[in-house]
């Protein structure tokens, strides 16, 4: 790319990140209620996404061959662990990716 396009490039970066950041606060100010659809999008999108996730992530595991999805099992029951534990979403995550890589490097 050229010194132009890179600049072009982070500009619209940019402006894209910026219009996302306020764009809702520009729609659902606080002098109107939020509509209904958008609550439940809220309370819906973040489970919907965390499946996903599982889902994305568990594709690739074999059940007959290597580890069997064992690193993959106790990775998962420890990032659940810790989210019944601590309800804290980042410790959570942070705790079954660390357990996971471990278990990969120096285990399994």
Known sequence: MTIPQQI????LCA???MLTRFLPFLLFS??????K???YLGDALPAAIFAMLVVYCLRNVSLFTGAHGLPEAIAITVTV???LWKRQMLL??????VCYMLLIQLIF
């Open 37 to 39: 659809y958008i609550t």
């Open 81 to 83: 662990g810790l989210h």
């Open 8 to 11: 072009a490039t982070v500009a």
């Open 30 to 35: 606080g002098k109107r209620p939020t509509p």
């Open 92 to 97: 959570s995550i942070a705790g079954g990716t």
């Open 15 to 17: 402006l894209a990140t």
